[in-house]
C-alpha cells in the first residue's frame, strides 16, 4: 500500500500569512495527487485534484505543485474561512489519505 | 445539483452488522463510481472501498476485507455499504462520494452516518 505523509500535523498563522503544507508519498504516484478541506461537522470539500487542478468554484489563492512523491499545498493569503484541516489523497494505486494538517489562527 | 444523502445515525452492539444507505440524485447515477470514506472521532479519513460504474465491480480496502460490502441499486439511484462484526474502533462517521471514473478524486460528499458502537 502507498503511504502519505503531511507535514506539519498542525500550523499556526495570521491571516495573510503564505501557508504551505507538503504531501510525501512513499513511492512515485506521478500527478494522482488530490487535496480536501473539512471544517469541524462537515464533510471534507475537494479543493484541487491532479496535483495542481483548481477544483470549479475554489479561490484561487489556493494552488497546488509537484509530482513523483513531493506535492505542496499553498493558500497564498490565508482567509478566515481558511481555519481547517487539510487532507491530501493518492489515487495512483486504490486510494489513501495523508494523516492531515490543522491549521488554526495564531 | 448533485446530492448525496445518507441515512441516519446508528447505535450497534459489538458484533452486529451495519448497512449504511446513500441516495444520488442530480446526475446519471449508473456513470460515476462511488467510494465510502470513514472518519473515526477526532482522527482522519479512511478510504474504504468503491463500486464502479456500470460493472458494480468492487475493490476494498485490505484491512476491511470480508467484513465489507458495497453495493448499488440503479431503480433508485441508491448505493449501500454494509458493515459486518463490527467492533467499538468501527465507530465512525461514514461518508459516501461520487468517484468519476479514471479521476481517483471525490468530487461530491454525502453528509454523513455517525455509526457507533458500543456494548
Known amino acids: 500500500d502507498i503511504q502519505m505523509t503531511q507535514s506539519p500535523s498542525s500550523l499556526s498563522a495570521y491571516i495573510g500569512d503564505r501557508v504551505t503544507i507538503t504531501c510525501r508519498a512513499s513511492?512515485?504516484?506521478?500527478?494522482?495527487l488530490n487535496w480536501y478541506q473539512q471544517k469541524p461537522g462537515e464533510a471534507p470539500k475537494l479543493l484541487i485534484y491532479?496535483?495542481?487542478t483548481l477544483e470549479y468554484g475554489v479561490p484561487s489563492r489556493f494552488s497546488g505543485s509537484g509530482s513523483g512523491t513531493h506535492f505542496t499545498l499553498t493558500i497564498s493569503s490565508l482567509q478566515p474561512e481558511d481555519f481547517a484541516t487539510y487532507y491530501c489523497?493518492?489515487?495512483?494505486?486504490?486510494?489513501?489519505f495523508g494523516q492531515g494538517t490543522k491549521v488554526d489562527v495564531k | 445539483q448533485v446530492r448525496l444523502v445518507q441515512s441516519g445515525a446508528e447505535v450497534k452492539k459489538p458484533g452486529a452488522s451495519v448497512k449504511v444507505s446513500c441516495k444520488a440524485s442530480?446526475?446519471?447515477?449508473?456513470?460515476?463510481?462511488i467510494s465510502w470514506v470513514r472518519q473515526a472521532p477526532g482522527q482522519g479519513l479512511e478510504w474504504m472501498g468503491r463500486?464502479?460504474?456500470?460493472?458494480?465491480?468492487?475493490m476494498y480496502t485490505q484491512n476491511l476485507q470480508g467484513r465489507v460490502t458495497m453495493t448499488t441499486d440503479t431503480s433508485t439511484n441508491t448505493a449501500y455499504m454494509e458493515l459486518r462484526s463490527l467492533r467499538s474502533d468501527d465507530t465512525a462517521v461514514y461518508y459516501c462520494?461520487?468517484?468519476?471514473?479514471?479521476?481517483?478524486?471525490?468530487?461530491?460528499w454525502g453528509q454523513g452516518t455517525l455509526v457507533t458502537v458500543s456494548s
Open positions: 462520494t461520487r468517484d468519476p471514473l479514471g479521476s481517483g478524486y471525490f468530487d461530491y
Open positions: 442530480g446526475y446519471t447515477f449508473i456513470s460515476y463510481g
Open positions: 463500486i464502479s460504474e456500470y460493472s458494480g465491480k468492487t
Open positions: 513511492q512515485s504516484i506521478s500527478t494522482y
Open positions: 491532479t496535483a495542481s
Open positions: 489523497q493518492q489515487s495512483y494505486s486504490t486510494r489513501t
